[in-house]
């Protein structure tokens, strides 16, 4: 389990390079950093941000089949 600080815990490392991408991506587009860093990178401002417990994010579990009404199927398609 990664772990990032003692309230925000993180399940893997791919998720945490999905999080840090994405906030990288608004840094890029003009967000202003959370934190402050001596780094100008925006992939290191979005980790350090991540580091600090500064964003705040929650797991959505995924959708089951069972939840998600069936439609009919369509019907074949054949010779006639």
Do not use: C, W
């Amino acid at each position: 389990m990664t772990e990032l600080t003692e309230n925000n815990v993180i399940d893997s490392k791919y998720r945490l390079i999905l999080m840090a991408a994405k906030r990288a991506r608004q840094l890029q587009g003009g967000a202003k950093p959370l934190v402050h860093t001596t780094s100008r990178k925006h992939t290191r401002v979005a980790l350090d941000e991540l580091r600090a417990g500064v964003l705040k994010f929650e797991y959505l579990l995924p959708v089951s089949q069972e939840t998600v009404p069936k439609e009919p199927a369509p019907p074949p398609k054949g010779k006639r």
